[in-house]
């Protein structure tokens, strides 16, 4: 099984819609992350949680919420979609350190 | 905050030709600095990372990078390609306690044959 699971893999959504994407992870690790990728920017970090009671807001929040729901589970929110969220969506986890991040296998996300 | 900057978007070499990515980063302590490899329709890699002590570090699949504190520089490196190493790169920093991770924007290499 993967060290860090994303599902759905693979969504196509219209505009106005909510949609959740979810996150866990084996690890045991309290840090999470979610970044986006698009081509030429990179990944962007979009929210991160240093332990179930921290929320932070990355460079991008705007137009995204997350959840955490308990150490392993951490999930992203679109309230309501729109055509520029598409991208490839990313959840990592890392130790306290950040000796290392983990990530998922990605969630292409695709709204109409 | 700490940011990462890869100054080229896309670097073309020959197979069995040497490989160097620039990666420069901005933060205020000493960093922990990583490279990751993105293979077409893959999640990201750890290559290698950089947290003290010798600036020369060694990674998986032959590649290394060299820590320059002088020039806010890790600098990823390969003597020889291979067709499989086409592929994205990014360099990232990070820092201990309440520091996120950060990524450049990536540097997508192509390998002629």
């Known amino acids: 099984d993967a060290d860090v699971t994303q599902t759905p893999r693979n969504r196509i959504t219209k505009t106005g819609k909510r949609i959740m994407l979810e996150c866990s992870q084996t690890?045991?690790?309290?840090?999470m992350y979610w970044y986006r990728q698009d081509p030429g920017l990179g990944l962007r970090l979009i929210y991160y949680?240093?332990?179930?009671?921290?929320?932070n807001k990355g460079e991008i929040s705007d137009g995204y919420s997350v959840s955490r729901q308990a150490q392993a589970k951490f999930s992203l929110s679109l309230e309501s979609a729109i055509p520029n969220q598409t991208a490839l969506y990313f959840c990592?986890?890392?130790?306290?350190?950040?000796?290392?991040?983990?990530f998922g296998q990605g969630t292409r996300l695709t709204v109409v | 905050a700490q940011s990462v900057t890869q100054p080229d978007i896309h670097i073309t070499v020959s197979e069995g030709a040497s490989l160097e990515l620039r990666c420069n980063y901005s933060?205020?302590?000493?960093?922990?600095l990583f490279w990751y490899v993105q293979s077409p329709g893959q999640g990201l890699q750890l290559l290698l990372k950089?947290?003290?002590?010798?600036?020369l570090v060694q990674g998986i699949k032959g590649f290394e990078a060299e820590f320059k504190r002088s020039q806010s520089s890790f600098n990823l490196r390969k003597p020889s390609v291979h067709w499989s190493d086409a592929a994205e790169y990014f360099c990232?920093?990070?820092?201990?306690?309440?520091?996120?991770?950060?990524f450049g924007q990536g540097t997508r290499l192509t390998i002629n044959p």
């Open positions: 949680s240093f332990d179930v009671k921290d929320i």
């Open positions: 990592a986890t890392s130790d306290w350190l950040n000796t290392e991040a983990f």
């Open positions: 933060y205020g302590a000493t960093p922990y």
């Open positions: 950089y947290f003290s002590g010798d600036t």
């Open positions: 990232a920093v990070a820092g201990g306690g309440a520091q996120k991770l950060v």
């Open positions: 690890k045991g690790h309290d840090r």
